[in-house]
């Protein structure tokens, strides 16, 4: 099944991307660290204009540690890109992001004025959170709302940088199915928009695939089944989801085990190496 976020925003987007990126000096980009690429949303890197961008690859504390090292690699190789991996309850690293920002521009503009940037990023991936916790106070949790927010912006100074009040809101760019049931799998997309059950069945086999080890201390298990939803049976054996009759409530125990990927119970997971995406783009290229 397909997911289609905000079809028709495209162009409404586009100008208030390019409109908000004419007042700032920077960008901070939030990603998810588990998913850095699927979480993105290109129209950032197509209208930065050279302006740079700060990526901030958060919840790095549900991510796998060498897998986000990668990643960082990759984006700190990027012109005009530094990236810096961080959980919202690092404050320490939070507390410096005015000091990076401002290394970040150059000399001649930040010598007169606050730096100024915006946060942006697509849905759930903390943007609130990090903004709470830069400016120190709480917020109002912002709706959901396609594209960069209409509403009068106010910018909050804080240590030299001049922070928008409001965070830009974008949409991920699903580039094939994996991408919209990895953004599903971790929290991004929302049950609605995608069967529950699809999800279940691709994230057992993700996790069959890549952290098998992860699914035996979990859920007991010394020998894993080779089907993904023989795996989700598995797992309503084991946590008594039955129906009457003996037979495994499946809905049950796809939930069970998203919510336990999502809450970090199985482990650091990343749902995407540098390398896949590096061959995905290469295929790409040629094609
Ligand atoms: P948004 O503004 O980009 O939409 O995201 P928001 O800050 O609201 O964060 C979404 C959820 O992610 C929140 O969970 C928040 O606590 C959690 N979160 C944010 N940063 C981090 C992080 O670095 N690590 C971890 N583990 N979690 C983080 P929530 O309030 O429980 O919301 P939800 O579960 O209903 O989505």
């Keep these: 099944s397909q997911i289609n976020w905000f079809p028709g925003h495209m162009h409404k987007a586009r100008k208030e991307i390019a409109e908000v990126m004419s007042e700032i000096d920077l960008v901070i980009e939030v990603l998810d660290a588990r998913l850095p690429r699927s ?20 919840k790095q504390d549900l991510a796998d540690p060498q897998i986000t090292e990668e990643w960082l690699a990759h984006f700190n190789s990027q012109e005009g890109v530094r990236a810096i991996a961080l959980d919202a309850s690092q404050q320490k690293l939070v507390k410096r992001l005015p000091e990076i920002c401002k290394q970040m521009i150059p000399t001649r503009a930040k010598a007169e004025r606050p730096v ?25 949790k912002v709706g959901n709302e396609p594209a960069v927010t209409r509403q009068q ?18 949409w991920p760019k699903i580039e094939d199915p ?35 080890d992860n699914l035996r201390a979990r859920y ?27 037979v495994v409530d499946r809905h049950k125990a796809s939930e069970i085990l998203i919510n336990e990927m999502r809450a970090g119970t199985l482990g650091r997971i990343s749902f995407e190496t540098l390398t896949e995406w590096q061959q995905k783009d290469e295929a790409a290229r040629l094609a």
Excluded at 155 to 169: E, K
Excluded at 182 to 209: C, N, P, Q
Excluded at 221 to 239: C, F, H, N, Q, S
Aim: proline letters at 5%; one cysteine or more; aromatic letters at 4%.
């Design 178 to 212: 994996d991408s919209g049931y990895r953004l599903a799998a971790s929290g991004a997309i929302k049950d609605t928009a995608i069967e529950h059950e699809l999800v279940a069945t691709f994230a057992a086999r993700f996790m069959l695939d890549h952290y098998a």
């Design 220 to 246: 007991r298990l010394t020998d894993l089944p080779e089907i993904a939803d023989d795996l989700l049976d598995v797992i309503g054996r084991k946590r008594g989801c039955l129906r009457p009759g003996g």
């Design 116 to 140: 100024r940037a915006m946060i942006m990023g697509i849905p759930n991936v903390g943007k609130s959170t990090l903004l709470n916790a830069i400016l120190g106070r709480k917020l109002a």
């Design 153 to 170: 912006k106010r910018y909050t100074v804080q240590g030299g940088l001049a922070l928008s009040d409001t965070p830009g809101i974008l």
């Design 39 to 58: 979480s993105e949303n290109p129209l950032v890197n197509q209208l930065r204009k050279g302006k740079p961008v700060l990526k901030i690859l958060n």
